[in-house]
């Protein structure tokens, strides 16, 4: 599903935000990436969705190039790619249901399918009975289950997660969480940027560590630590 070959990108005054990356997410996994801050976290993730592109080495998404991939199909790029944000990003005066529908009526479904689909989404992610709500007048956690019903939408083959338990309280990002891994089970590739120690213990899923720019870690099956015991996000 994604792939880095020798992935460099360097910024102004010689900064790099990644160093000689080179790994690969199959799909169906699930993954979290960790690392302090400034460790290449974002960066990783601008160059999956081609907001950046990467000064050497290849970037693979979904078998395409993108140091090769036109401008003109970036757009297409990013609707088989769902992502969800610690800030949700939600229009504050649309209604839950008008913010996913949004989603769908920017890549051209027809109103059949966006009445169909958009309670259907919701539903999945347990907000019914709460389609007319506005973002204000929901929790934190259902605003999140708004934001990830809005990337799932479109069907994408991978969702990324950026930090999608950051303003949340521990119970309710262990239901985001378990959402998140409800919707890998159907086969969408999921990729979870994080600092939440005690969410990539207990799920004990593969975890990428990053630290400079370099992977530092790569481990199946793993917790927040490696086992000397360091913190390595």
């Known amino acids: 599903m994604v792939e880095f070959r020798g992935v460099t990108k360097t910024y102004g005054g010689g900064a790099r935000g990644?160093?000689?990356v080179s790994l690969r997410?199959?799909?169906g996994e699930f993954v979290f990436l960790v690392g302090p801050s400034g460790s290449g976290k974002s960066t990783f993730i601008r160059l999956i969705i081609r907001e950046l592109r990467a000064t050497s080495g290849e970037v693979i998404v979904g078998g395409r190039d993108l140091s090769t991939l036109r401008r003109s199909k970036v757009p297409y790029l990013r609707r088989a790619i769902g992502c969800v944000f610690q800030d949700f990003r939600l229009?504050?005066?649309r209604t839950a249901a008008e913010?996913?529908?949004y989603a769908l009526q920017v890549t051209g479904h027809s109103q059949k399918d966006v009445r169909r689909c958009v309670p259907e989404i919701l539903s999945l992610v347990g907000l019914d009975g709460k389609f007319d709500r506005l973002p204000?007048?929901?929790s934190g956690g259902e605003q999140q289950r708004v934001s990830i019903a809005r990337a799932l939408v479109n069907h994408p083959r991978l969702l990324i997660a950026d930090e999608p338990t950051g303003n949340l309280d521990p119970e309710t990002s262990l239901g985001i969480m378990d959402l998140l891994l409800r919707i890998n089970r159907t086969g969408?590739?999921?990729l979870v940027a994080t600092h939440d120690q005690h969410t990539v213990?207990?799920?004990q899923m593969r975890v990428i560590a990053l630290d400079e720019?370099?992977?530092v870690r790569d481990e199946e099956s793993a917790g927040y630590h490696d086992e000397t015991g360091e913190v390595l996000a």
């Open 99 to 101: 913010n996913v529908a």
């Open 188 to 190: 969408t590739t999921v």
């Open 201 to 203: 213990d207990r799920m």
């Open 213 to 215: 720019g370099r992977v």
């Open 25 to 27: 997410i199959g799909t």
């Open 91 to 93: 229009l504050p005066d």
């Open 18 to 20: 990644l160093d000689g």
């Open 136 to 138: 204000r007048e929901l």
